[in-house]
């Protein structure tokens, strides 16, 4: 008998724009001692089933329009909200994305690790406090007794989600619920805590049930996965028979945007556009206090017409790296020169004629596009204020930026706020090819962006940089995508340059440990 | 050049964030009462010398002190001047110290913030040292002080309040800009190029005016209510002028014989601050969702 | 947490430095003097009497003795009273007004609290409109027409409760106490409600649940700390608005505290004893702002660790 088994569940959402179908009649099951995957991108209803399962759903609006979730012999959607309450952290357990915001900043680890155990076994403190202790240390946390009486900001991500994982498996839940544990960790601390998850599970016989929206993540350790789509489920099975034979048009779409394959290998003439000697750009937030080295002596050359792809985790500086160039954030010392020309030594007029060689696509597609202004607008500025059109080739320029970006012409006098992630994207895009650069520094530009359309918009830097005869310095921390779209890769870490390299070469034969790390956490081994 | 209109001739149309916003508001019926209640109060006190039952200076002292009838709908007081037309006239002297006063310290505020939240290093700390020691001074203490001094003039009245209101104002434009400074659309504009005067004017004030509009609108009350208190102290406006506050300290002296020469000048006053709060957290409301996101 | 306090009460020196250099020249600036309204007064008596005040000095020396006594605490003679000095007078009126200003907080802080609390757990409901259009009233009431609308319910028609005086009557405390504190319940009232739903709509609230606390445990363990922290930092200002305020409480009321004084004073162009009670409200309210500020800080265990020179 399945530890869980949800059938035919379907919950909506009523709210004064109408009422949303969230979740469709959706089933499926996790057997005792496996893990099931349900996989899907934002808005398939694949956390909302869960919370729903749980009574965790906010109840206006939210609303179970029917099924049966049954667990242990008891459905949990009849249950009343105490009942629950008592399953809750004792039975079941719930770990979540982003545990600096899940963890609460006002409390000590030590006083938070301990309640379901005072809550739901009644024990006292004292005990309590050594079990708590043994498990963190079961969890990977080096010093339990000093982690016991600290805050959550003074951990990293990983610690904090290791935290977590404590505090949800003290209770000795039957059941782990994991809704996108390491979306927001780096690779190489994601593949630590996957490993962790695992681990534990086997050693605790406890059921998993991982939600993801990464394919590639979860066929390392699912049994089962559910592929979700708009509240339905679309298709489910063992990993082995998804990825070699998928069966639904979505799945099919979902694995072919797997980044995947490698560069066409097209020797690049060693040509500079872009040389960087000994860069330092550091900061000081306060005075007085250390500095912050965010890019340290790091010397690097980008080649006309190559995508040279950066790689690091978070804090490694690739980003101030590109900004810097961009002389967005100012520099602490050092050189770059572009097209001969030193860029440090340009100012005012001189700067700002420079710009239109050079532009940058950002990582938020919200956030880098003004909500106040139409595409139209958005669009116009740059041409217009470079002259590079008067105001009868003004709309002529604007229609072709949008064909060449993928955008319905009859989008124009639209908002920001009325279209979709990867939409906005190619706003941002036709942005930046407005003025016609020679130059783009791409900042993570899909790493916001559901898989598909991420798939959608990789394929369409790819095109627009050989039309174009762009030169673009891709930064990621997902090594995956760099393969995909770069020639060479340079990767960082710490405000060093670690390593670089043409792609297959990088890939195949790391040379510094750093690097081979990176490429041992890529997730989906056995996706490939 | 007919065809360059007809490229985007049958582009459909946006909805801006102003519009959402408004459809927002519009829904909210507390806000919508307040702002009908401030419109109708402005409206009156424009047109009061039109349309006021009686002269501003008309006494009846054989009638004295009376309670409301069909010719006074509002009562008498003392002096047999009509309360209705002492409220209006009142109203007009208060809703403009409070529209004036605001507007003052919105210009001084906006212009100080939005300098120091952009410009920032050195030139902004400083100019915000400036605010926080301004910002602690008891200035409720310092206004007294200044009235009293300085006598009872109605532009220093003027000037007096809005220096007070001025520095809560700064403190948000500066925080705004500062915020928004950061975000992306600002640094894509630095590096199409466009130069601070411009982004500051095109990217970075259309984008701060929500919260100034809000805090605008919730401004105005208090400072209403700091009139109110100076001239209920006999600082503020001084016969043969009158304010909503002056009557409320009339009102009080007498209220026990009179109580209505307190309630109705009472009920003026606080149904205005009110409307106004109503329709600001309407706005509040209705301007802080920024549009959905993903 | 120690650098932090040191910072923090450095900066609010020139503040207080600021304040008596200011009010100093104010005062001597306006027109006309503390002897002008007397009866006729002879030149000679006249002018003994401004010597006796030193006020026949150049202004600077005026202003640099006036500190010199200052930094010993004499706030110097009154000229009003001749006889007392402005001290005397001051704490005789900072019992009471420190009283009212006490009983008006713990009122605003009980009322405000639990309405604003309560009113952020069911948002958008009768629960939440009833207690918030309360507040709203007592923000749109000012003292000077809520004090006088109850002393004419309670005080006149009612007769239930005694209308003027401090410690003469039982139960003359209350009247003046809710006056004052009543637009300050309602400013809590929304802060409290503001920071809770903001504390509430948090990813933590919803793990506090998935643990399967009930939701009362959720509220007062792990929502209040930091729902709270906005009501804490306003404790500063609201210090300063009540001595403010208690000048217009204390006049309807008849209460011999120092806001009465104060306005007595700036009237009668008494020059020390406006100068003294200034500068001696005007230290309290930045001493207030000041803990307030620190307490504030000190609750967020990030500004903590910050100001301790520690954390990551």
């Not at chain 1, 740059?382 to 229609?399: D, M, Y």
């Not at chain 2, 040292?129 to 220093?156: H, K, Q, S």
């Not at chain 2, 894509?188 to 004030?205: E, F, M, N, Q, T």
Request: hydrophobic letters at 50%; proline letters at 5%; one cysteine or more.
């Amino acid at each position: 008998m399945a530890l869980l088994n949800v059938d035919n569940l379907s919950v909506s959402f009523v709210t004064r724009n109408g009422t949303n179908k969230a979740v469709d009649n959706v089933s499926f099951s996790v057997e005792e001692r496996q893990i099931t995957a349900i996989i899907g991108e934002s808005g398939s209803g694949k956390s909302v089933s869960c919370y729903a399962m749980l009574g965790l759903v906010p109840s206006p609006p939210g609303r179970i329009d029917g099924g049966t979730a049954h667990f242990q012999g008891q459905d949990l959607l009849a249950l009343s909200e105490a009942e629950l309450r008592a399953i809750r952290g004792r039975d079941i357990a719930m770990i979540f994305q982003d545990p600096m915001t899940c963890l609460n900043p006002f409390m000590k680890i030590g006083d938070q690790l301990i309640e379901p155990l005072t809550l739901h076994k009644g024990l006292a403190k004292g005990p309590a406090r050594e079990q708590a202790m043994a498990l963190l240390d079961e969890v990977g946390i080096r010093d339990p007794q000093g982690a016991m009486s600290a805050f959550p900001h003074e951990f990293s991500g990983g610690m904090r989600q290791r935290v977590m994982i404590a505090m949800a498996l003290i209770n000795e839940p039957k059941l782990l619920i994991a809704d996108e544990p390491t979306t927001a960790l780096d690779v190489t601390i994601q593949a630590q805590i996957l490993k962790l998850i695992a681990e534990l599970q086997t050693k605790r016989d406890i059921g998993v049930l991982f939600i993801s929206h990464d394919l590639a993540v979860v066929s390392d350790i699912a049994d089962q996965i559910v592929v979700m789509e708009k509240g339905k489920v679309v298709e489910s099975g063992q990993p082995k028979a998804i990825f070699d034979n998928p069966q639904h048009p979505y799945t099919q779409k979902l694995l072919a945007a797997i980044p995947s394959g490698q560069k066409a290998a097209d020797t690049v003439v060693p040509d500079p556009l872009i040389n960087i000697e000994n860069l330092r750009t550091w900061f000081t937030p306060t005075a007085g206090a250390a500095p912050v080295k965010a890019v340290d002596d790091v010397s690097l050359q980008i080649h006309r017409g190559e995508v040279l792809g950066l790689v690091g985790e978070s804090g490694s500086g690739k980003s101030t790296l590109g900004r810097s160039i961009l002389r967005l954030v100012p520099m602490t010392g050092g050189q770059i020169s572009f097209d001969g020309i030193e860029l440090s030594a340009l100012e005012g007029r001189s700067l700002k004629q420079f710009r239109h060689r050079m532009q940058m696509i950002f990582q938020d597609p919200y956030a880098s596009l003004n909500p106040r202004m139409t595409v139209y607008d958005t669009l116009a500025e740059p041409l217009l204020l470079h002259g590079l059109v008067n105001k009868a080739g003004l709309e002529q320029a604007i229609r072709e930026l949008m064909d060449n970006v993928g955008l319905a012409r009859a989008f124009v006098r639209k908002y920001p706020h009325e279209f979709s992630g990867g939409q906005r994207q190619r706003i941002a895009i036709g942005r930046a090819l407005a003025t016609r650069p020679e130059f783009i520094v791409a900042d993570e530009p899909v790493s916001a962006l559901d898989v598909t359309i991420q798939a959608q918009i990789l394929d369409l830097l790819a095109d627009l940089t050989k039309e174009y005869g762009l030169t673009m310095l891709f930064i990621s921390h997902d090594l995956a995508v760099i393969r995909q779209i770069a020639d060479r890769i340079a990767v960082m870490y710490h405000g060093k340059l670690v390593e670089e390299g043409a792609t297959a070469q990088v890939f195949e034969t790391p040379q510094q440990d750093y690097t081979r790390s990176l490429l041992d956490a890529i997730p989906g081994a056995n996706a490939a | 050049m007919n065809t360059a209109t007809q490229i985007f001739d049958d582009a459909e149309k946006g909805s801006s964030l102003w519009h959402d916003a408004w459809l927002r508001l519009r829904k909210n019926k507390l806000a919508l009462f307040g702002g009908s209640v401030l419109l109708f109060m402005v409206i009156v006190a424009l047109l009061t010398p039109w349309i006021a039952p009686y002269s501003y200076e008309a006494q009846n002292l054989d009638l004295g002190a009376s309670p409301p009838s069909a010719a006074h709908w509002l009562g008498t007081d003392i002096f047999g001047r009509d309360v209705l037309t002492q409220i209006m006239y009142g109203g007009r002297i208060s809703l403009a110290v409070g529209f004036i006063a605001t507007a003052v310290a919105l210009v001084i505020g906006v212009t100080w913030g939005a300098v120091a939240g952009y410009v920032g290093g050195r030139v902004d700390a400083v100019m915000m040292r400036l605010v926080d020691i301004l910002y602690a001074l008891p200035f409720m203490i310092f206004i007294v002080l200044l009235m009293v001094v300085f006598g009872r003039n109605i532009l220093l009245l003027f000037l007096a309040i809005g220096a007070v209101e001025w520095l809560t104002m700064a403190r948000i434009m500066r925080s705004q800009v500062q915020s928004l400074r950061q975000q992306e659309f600002v640094e894509a504009a630095v590096s199409v190029g466009l130069s601070p005067a411009a982004i500051i004017r095109k990217h970075v004030v259309p984008n701060a005016l929500g919260p100034i509009i809000v805090y605008t609108t919730l401004t105005i009350p208090s400072v209403m209510l700091l009139e109110a208190f100076l001239s209920f102290l006999g600082l503020g406006i001084q016969p043969p002028a009158t304010s909503w506050g002056l009557l409320i300290s009339y009102g009080a002296e007498t209220m026990e014989e009179y109580p209505w020469l307190l309630i109705f000048p009472g009920c003026a006053l606080t149904l205005t601050l009110f409307s106004l709060n109503f329709l600001g957290d309407g706005l509040r409301d209705a301007l802080d969702v920024r549009g959905s996101k993903d | 947490m120690l650098r932090f306090m040191f910072i923090r009460i450095l900066q609010a020196l020139p503040v207080i430095f600021v304040v008596i250099t200011a009010t100093f020249f104010l005062v001597r600036s306006a027109p006309g003097g503390p002897f002008d309204q007397e009866k006729v007064v002879i030149p000679e008596v006249k002018q003994a009497l401004e010597a006796q005040y030193r006020l026949d000095l150049p202004l600077h020396e005026q202003y640099l003795a006036y500190l010199g006594d200052l930094a010993q605490g004499d706030l110097g003679p009154s000229f009003k009273y001749p006889g007392r000095s402005v001290n005397e007078i001051l704490f005789a009126g900072l019992p009471v007004t420190a009283e009212l200003g006490l009983y008006a907080l713990i009122i605003a802080l009980c009322i405000g609290v639990t309405a604003g609390v309560f009113a952020s757990l069911k948002p958008n409901t009768a629960q939440d409109y009833v207690p918030m259009s309360l507040a709203m009233i007592g923000i749109c009431m000012p003292s000077f027409l809520l004090g006088p609308l109850l002393v004419l319910v309670f005080g006149i028609w009612l007769d239930w409760l005694p209308i003027t005086g401090w410690g003469d009557i039982p139960g003359d405390k209350i009247l003046p106490a809710v006056t004052l504190g009543s637009a300050y319940a309602a400013y809590i009232a929304r802060l409290s409600r503001a920071g809770m739903l903001e504390i509430l709509s948090q990813d933590y609230i919803r793990t506090a649940r998935a643990k399967g606390l009930p939701e009362w445990r959720v509220v007062t363990q792990h929502a209040l700390r930091g729902g709270l922290i906005p009501v804490i930092a306003f404790l500063g200002p609201a210090f300063a608005g009540l001595l403010a305020g208690s000048f217009v409480v204390e006049t309807i009321f008849q209460i011999p505290g120092l806001g009465r004084f104060y306005v007595q004073a700036a009237f009668n162009r008494d020059y020390t004893m406006i100068l003294g009670t200034t500068v001696f409200l005007s230290s309290l309210i930045v001493f207030f702002n000041l803990v307030s500020d620190i307490v504030a800080a000190w609750l967020n265990p990030r500004l903590r660790q910050q100001f301790q020179g520690g954390g990551s």
